[in-house]
């Protein structure tokens, strides 16, 4: 099990930039993809981006490409999520979820993974 924190939420307005920060302890060698994920009040949780461990490959949702940037520091077994040039429609508590690997079920704009473990989110606000 992989046991996932993240930080770095808050309250910005439009147009500006938060960075999120997530965490990772336990059996992190087992961990084959870390994502970002986003639910908004009233609405399902949706993939945000995913970065894969070994080759560091990315993985973006269509309205977040180009303004988000997913990055990991593998020493610090830590995600990153910049966010830049929000908007108010970007609010929504942001959660960090791992995957230890993949069953072709599920797929997420190119990457196929499982995500089974989750933190316990952070909100991002956006005021207009």
């Known amino acids: 099990q992989v046991q996932l924190v993240e930080s770095g939420g808050g309250l910005v307005q439009a147009g500006g930039s938060l960075r999120l920060s997530c965490a990772a302890s336990?059996?992190?060698?087992?961990?084959?993809?870390m994502g970002w994920f986003r639910q908004a009040p009233g609405k399902e949780r949706e993939f945000v981006s995913a970065?894969?461990?070994?080759?560091?490959?990315?993985y973006y949702a269509d309205s977040v490409k180009g303004r988000f940037t997913i990055s990991r520091d593998n020493a610090k077994n830590t995600v990153y999520l910049q966010m830049n040039s929000l908007k108010p429609e970007d609010t929504a508590v942001y959660y960090c979820?791992?995957?230890?690997?993949?069953?072709?079920?599920?797929?997420?704009?190119?990457?196929?993974?499982?995500?089974?473990?989750w933190g316990q989110g952070t909100q991002v606000t956006v005021s207009s």
């Open positions: 979820a791992a995957a230890s690997g993949y069953s072709g079920i599920y797929y997420y704009f190119g990457l196929m993974a499982d995500f089974g473990s």
């Open positions: 336990g059996r992190t060698f087992s961990s084959y993809a």
């Open positions: 970065i894969v461990w070994g080759g560091g490959s990315t």
